[in-house]
């Protein structure tokens, strides 16, 4: 792994300066063979040395190169960087040199990915560089840097300190209940621990998705049988006509999309024709596709018309709402009643009609409600930043719930302890300990190359 790669790692365009840079075992030895000025291989580490660089007896470039000996550089090897003049001819030709002496074209990342797989980063802070490099706002470049600095992983580290000690006092207690220095360990002391740790964890979840709503908006898929009202409910929230609306069931053929910002968050809908079978002339209403649709929203609102009875289809919709954030739509409400909901469990249900405007109000209300948007606030800076960490995150989450439950239901110790390393695991998963290949490869290939 340690073989010499080598990068430009400023943008390629015209500028004062640009910097090739190389890292791995030998690379010092590389750049002095073609360096006219100071002994490189006997200069001190962390110095700029003044030379040229020198191929096939001619000068190619007036340069500084930086010499960082490892174990203190950014991937903990051998580093060099070549701060040559600017401009795409002289950078490329020097990568070039570089390349013919040996050394071989850095991947997207792989300085990065070095500094992770040889300990001296963790993953966490890794994919902050990233976030640093792609960083818009002055907030997310606030976020990424203290992530960089340590504080998410800290708390992380935390957290595993904490189980570890908890594994080790229950393993202490199960296997050795004689010994009498060890602490003794209730199962209140457990659920003391689990409740705090889930509170703590809830909370950097919490305020980490009410940043990607920030910065994503929320993905909204109205899904319903044709003629229910889909597309008229869209038209009133985003008050234009998108949509086509006709009384001939399915006529909205395309997805239509469209906009509108509730408390300056972006709630973007998808008419969800796409559920719809395109061949028959009277559409079908598709349950596996209405179910792609939701896995694919953060919140799916059920359509359904006030005047008709509750179709085979909407039961299986129904049954698969209860994984996901949803609202009922009982459009129509002007029409006579002759749904009836008594069979079947459902939370936040709504009435509305297109023809009257404190429907759609209704709507734009229980958005508002079920998201907090009223709350969102911008200012902790210690949050997950991406999909990956909220997911591992969540997980976590989802089994510190399972201990909670375990231990009301009065669960053998054993149990609760296999819960809690799997707590601990996941927890090391956010960090990026122990990770699959093909996972850092693709993680990794995302970065700029240079970085
Ligand atoms: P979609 O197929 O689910 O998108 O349904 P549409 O929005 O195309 O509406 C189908 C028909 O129902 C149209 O004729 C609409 O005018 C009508 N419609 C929609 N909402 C209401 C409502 O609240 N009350 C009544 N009476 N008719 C409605």
Known sequence: MNDIIVAISTALSKGAISIVRLSGNGCIELVNSCFKGKDLTKVNSHTINYGHIIFEDKIIDEVLVSIMKSPKTYTTEDIVEINCHGGIATTNKILEIMILKGARLAEAGEFTKRAYLNGRIDLIKAEAVMDIINSKTEKSREISINQL???????????????????????????????????????????????????????IVKES???KIIKEGINVAIIGKPNVGKSSILNKLLGENKAIVTDIAGTTRDIVEGSITLNGIAINFIDTAGIRDTVDVVEKFGVEKSIEQMNRADLVVFVLNNNELLSIEEKKIIDKLKDKKYIVVINKKDLKNNLDLSEVELKNVIYTDTVSIDGIESLKNKIIEMFNLEEIEENNCDIFTNVRQITLAKDALNILNDVEKGIELNMPVDMIEIDIKQI???????LGENYSEELIDQLFSQFCLGK
């Open 149 to 203: 600095e340590g504080r998410l992983s800290n708390i992380i580290r935390n957290f595993r300190e904490d189980l570890l000690k908890l594994l080790a006092n229950i393993e202490v207690n199960i296997d050795y209940p004689e010994y009498e220095d060890a602490e003794v360990i209730t199962i209140e002391n457990i659920r003391q621990q689990v409740e705090i740790m889930r509170n703590s964890l809830n909370n």
């Open 209 to 211: 998705l009410s940043r």
């Open 424 to 430: 601990w695991t996941k927890l090391g998963d956010i």
